[in-house]
C-alpha cells in the first residue's frame, strides 16, 4: 500500500463532483455522496432518491489484481438503493480493513470470516450501480476504460455473460472470491453526461 495520503483526493468539492459524475444528472444530482476521510467514508451530502455515489479506491479491485495497490485509481460509482444496503457494506468493509493497515491476504480472509459470521447484509434483488463517468481512472492500461452498467447476481447467476454474441461481460471484482458475488456488466453507449463512450 502507498501512503494513505496519495488515496485521499484533497479538493472535497471535486470529490462530492466525481463521484456525481458516475449516473446521469436526474439521478446523482439527488442521491447521497460519500468522500473517503482518513478513518473511512463519510456523508458529503444528504439525498433524496435512495441512490448512493461514491469514489472507490484500488482495494476494490480483486483480490489478485495488479492495481489492488494503486494509488491512482478512481472509481465513481452509484449505487441504486438496493445495492446501497447490500453491496456498499462491502465498500465499508474493505475500506475499513485498509485502514486498520491489514495486508491484501488479511482483508481477503477477513471478508470471508465476516461473511461466513453474517456481519455482511446478503444480496438485495434488483441490486445495479452506474459506471458512466468519463472522468474515472480504472487501471494504467485502459485509463477510464467505458460507460457501463453493473448487476450483482449471485454466483451461479452468469446471464450468458462473455458468450458469443452476448452483451453481457462478466466482471472479475468479486466472483465468489470471497464475496459470495457476481458482477455482470453491459457498455451503456454513453457517458452520464451524454457524450459517446467507446465500446470494448
Sequence with gaps: ?????????TDRAAEIALARSAAPAAISDQATVLVLQSKGYV?????????????????????DAPQFWNPKLRGPICF????????????YK???LVLAGQSREEIKKSIKDAFAAK?????EPGAMSYMMSK???????????MSHL???????????????GSPVMLNPQFHGAPEPINVLMIAAGKWSDGTASPSM
Design 1 to 9: 500500500m502507498a501512503p494513505l495520503s496519495q488515496y485521499l483526493i
Design 43 to 63: 456523508t458529503a451530502s444528504e439525498g433524496k432518491n435512495g441512490f448512493v455515489c461514491v469514489v472507490e479506491r484500488s482495494w476494490m479491485s480483486p483480490f
Design 119 to 123: 456481519q455482511l447484509p446478503s444480496l
Design 94 to 96: 474493505r475500506t475499513a
Design 135 to 145: 472522468q474515472g481512472y480504472l487501471d494504467d492500461q485502459y485509463g477510464h476504460w
Design 150 to 164: 453493473m448487476f450483482y447476481t449471485a454466483t451461479n447467476v452468469d446471464w450468458g455473460a462473455d458468450q458469443a
Design 80 to 91: 441504486n438503493p438496493e445495492a446501497a444496503r447490500s453491496i456498499l457494506p462491502m465498500t
